[in-house]
């Protein structure tokens, strides 16, 4: 099985980069191997963050940017780099991104003062903004819809929860082992060999006819993401009604309605084509995207906090402690593509919810005194299955059926939707916790996660029968 051509939108053809075709096989480790590195690099700086402070002293509440600068970055930028994606092409997008995600992961590594580390981070943002989008666009293109396609997208959704849950073990690992510096530098030399295997595997693209980027669409919507975002991470420490909160939430808003505006009645080739959003497949995908944001980030985020916080693990011990849950989703992914083009994606919805539901549940008892094994290893593997059902099925479905020249801009949309959810279920979250004892927080978090997947059960009623990615 080889890699397929792609149509761009001008209809040009992109051709493979030095003659005949390439391995799907290849194709499909590069869009897994970029977006592990993407996921890898959210949570694995979380770990360093003592010793980055220790080392470079941060002025108070600054070292939460080496975070949120990155996620801040990173979701507001994405739809622009999914557009970027169709406009020039994937392999040139993609390659891109690998190059300034490793630039600036060298010049975090080397940073000897805070404001150039935070800077880095949001030049990393920028750089995972590009490729992200242009791994899921390579998916969609390079294999063809049904089974291909879905074992596909199976072992693109595994790679990036693998990702998200080695960073706190390999952040403790290269942060005890050597330093700080490594968990920024270690992606230097990986990115070099994806950049040569992109171009060696990606096909390049015959440019005639270029068709301009939407300027005012770029910046409004850019900007609209990213203030809508910066106000809901201060809700957790100034409080929802705080100036803080509201002036950038509201600027926000305002900015994303005159996207729309933009996009709808000024663009004469929009930066998001209003049309696919007419597709019910996309708008209800999408809106399922939000709702699993959150419910990820009860499971990843907020599952390694209740063991510090409560069952008093350290961060690597946690780590590990979340290994078989990494393990779980992994396989249930993949069997999860496998089933995809049978069983359809409403019946996977249905039982991935059925497991957070029970997941949680089960989870939400838990407290002071409890036993891993006993209390905190079913819960998560039920809910780790639920992901693998979910995500990999959710996101071919939103971008089942969609025209070529517009797959960078749906998995920009797509992924923009998926970590928009996660920020504001983070400081939703956060804040919820944040109102009640140790334990009972991490209680009432568990059970609003529950009531997310029953929110994302009825969405799923939303999507066309017989959509099967």
Avoid at 110 to 138: F, I, N, S, W
Avoid at 249 to 255: E, F, I, P, Q, Y
Avoid at 324 to 353: Q, S
Avoid at 387 to 404: D, Q, R, S
Wanted: hydrophobic fraction near 55%; proline fraction near 4%.
């Amino acid at each position: 099985m080889t890699a397929k051509s792609a149509v761009t939108r001008d209809g040009t053809t992109d051709t493979p980069a030095r003659g005949g075709t390439r391995p799907a096989w290849l194709v499909l480790a590069l869009a897994c191997a970029g977006q592990f590195m993407v996921i890898l690099d959210s949570s694995i700086v979380n770990v360093a963050l003592p010793s980055v402070d220790r080392d470079l002293g941060f002025p108070p509440a600054g070292l939460a940017w080496v975070v949120n600068g990155y996620l801040l970055a990173f979701a507001g930028f994405m739809l622009l780099g999914g557009r970027a994606a169709d406009l020039y092409g994937h392999r040139r997008t993609l390659t891109a991104g690998l190059v300034l995600f490793s630039a600036s992961s060298l010049a975090g590594g080397l940073a000897t003062v805070p404001a150039v580390l935070v800077a880095a981070r949001v030049a990393q943002g920028m750089g995972a903004a590009l490729l992200a989008p242009a791994t899921l666009a390579v998916i969609n293109t390079g294999f063809a819809a049904g089974r291909e396609r879905a074992r596909a997208f199976g072992a693109w959704s595994a790679a990036g929860g693998v990702g998200g849950t080695a960073g706190a073990v390999a952040g403790g690992a290269l942060t005890s082992g050597l330093s700080w510096r490594w968990v920024f530098l270690i992606n230097v030399p990986i990115g070099a060999v994806l950049v040569a295997v992109a171009l060696a595997a990606l096909p390049r693209a015959r440019t005639g006819r270029r068709e301009p980027l939407d300027l005012a669409g770029a910046a409004t919507g850019t900007a609209g993401l990213a203030a809508l975002i910066y106000g809901v991470m201060q809700g957790t420490d100034h409080g929802w009604t705080s100036p803080r909160v509201l002036a950038p939430a509201a600027a926000g808003v305002l900015l994303l309605a005159a996207f729309v505006l933009v996009e709808a009645r000024f663009a004469a080739r929009p930066m998001m084509p209003l049309r696919l959003l007419r597709r019910r497949g996309v708008a209800a995908g999408n809106g399922m995207l939000l709702i699993f944001g959150g419910i990820a980030i009860a499971m990843w985020y907020f599952s390694a906090l209740f063991l510090q916080d409560v069952l008093g693990y350290d961060a690597l011990q946690a780590g590990l402690g979340q290994t078989p849950a990494a393990v779980t989703f992994v396989l249930t992914a993949r069997r999860a593509a496998a089933l995809l083009p049978r069983a359809g994606v409403r019946p996977l919805i249905t039982a991935g919810a059925a497991c957070f539901v029970t997941g949680f549940g089960w989870l939400s008892q838990a407290g002071v005194g409890s036993g891993y094994l006993t209390a905190v290893l079913g819960p998560t593997l039920l809910i780790a299955a639920g992901i693998g059902l979910t995500f990999p099925t959710l996101m071919a479905a939103t971008t089942a059926g969609v025209p070529e020249d517009d797959a960078g801009t749906i998995g920009g949309l797509a992924q923009t939707a998926s970590q928009v959810g996660g920020s504001v279920g983070l400081a939703v979250l956060t804040t919820a916790a944040g109102t009640a004892t140790r334990a009972a927080g991490y209680e009432r978090v568990f059970l609003i996660a529950a009531g997310l997947a029953l929110a994302l059960a009825l969405t799923g009623l939303l999507l066309p029968h017989g959509r099967r990615g």
